[in-house]
């Protein structure tokens, strides 16, 4: 089975363009994470979600960011107007999403983005 | 709130050098505690985990013992190998938030050379 999976791998853009990350969870699992690890900041959580729905947004740093998931599955995270503060490494978790033990978060490798 | 504060590094030791770096926690509830690797190129994997006081985690020759009465959670290895040079990352899940978001700690560079 494949673990969570993101694209692009490495994202290159200009201050002010608009950019979209992805993210595929593994296959059955409910909630999923976005997180960023930037050298500043260390890991922080930007939003989860449970299905479709976002219960938490809390961690989403302006209203330039937004994020969707469709048919429970994959997610895109979209930061408008890019600024240089938005380069990190944009990381996505996915769990089964029940509580206790079956929800162990598995990660995803990461877009590197990079904003010029 | 809830937070996590582990040891600044870069920390570097020598291959069968005895390892801890120290975690301590802030949380909201009864949290559950991890630590989290991330091997150079790699994405972050749990290393191991314990959900209540008194549990000890395991894996891999690593142990962290939840210690409810020191808020701590300190990551130990009695002879790390060069194999072992990642970052290692505490973290938290708390009860009183969002389910399964964590709150990590800012992570520790661990370098072991031959």
């Known amino acids: 089975g494949a673990g969570v999976s993101q694209s692009p791998s490495n994202k290159v853009t200009e201050k002010g363009k608009d950019v979209e990350l992805r993210c595929d969870p593994i296959?059955?699992?409910?909630?999923l994470y976005w997180y960023r690890q930037s050298l500043g900041q260390g890991l922080e959580f930007l939003i989860y979600?449970?299905?479709?729905?976002?219960?938490?947004k809390s961690g989403l740093p302006s209203d330039r960011f937004s994020a969707e998931r469709t048919g429970g599955s994959v997610s895109t995270l979209t930061i408008q107007r890019t600024q240089q503060e938005d380069s990190a490494v944009y990381l996505c978790?996915?769990?089964?999403?029940?509580?206790?033990?079956?929800?162990?978060?598995?990660f995803g490798p990461g877009t590197r983005l990079t904003v010029l | 709130g809830n937070s996590v504060t582990q040891m600044e590094g870069p920390v570097t030791l020598s291959e069968e050098a005895f390892l801890t770096i120290n975690c301590t926690y802030t949380?909201?509830?009864?949290?559950?505690l991890f630590w989290y690797v991330q091997y150079p190129g790699e994405g972050l994997q749990l290393l191991l985990k314990?959900?209540?006081?008194?549990d000890k985690g395991s894996n891999k020759g690593f142990e962290a013992t939840y210690r409810k009465e020191t808020t701590s959670f300190h990551l130990e290895k009695g002879s790390v190998q060069v194999s072992d040079s990642a970052v290692y990352f505490c973290?938290?899940?708390?009860?009183?938030?969002?389910?399964?978001?964590?709150?990590f700690g800012r992570g520790t560079q661990l370098t072991v050379w031959p």
């Open positions: 314990a959900t209540k006081a008194d």
């Open positions: 979600f449970q299905g479709n729905s976002a219960p938490d």
């Open positions: 296959s059955g699992h409910t909630a």
């Open positions: 949380a909201t509830g009864y949290p559950s």
């Open positions: 978790a996915s769990s089964l999403g029940d509580s206790g033990r079956r929800n162990e978060q598995f």
């Open positions: 973290a938290l899940t708390s009860r009183g938030s969002t389910l399964g978001r964590l709150y």
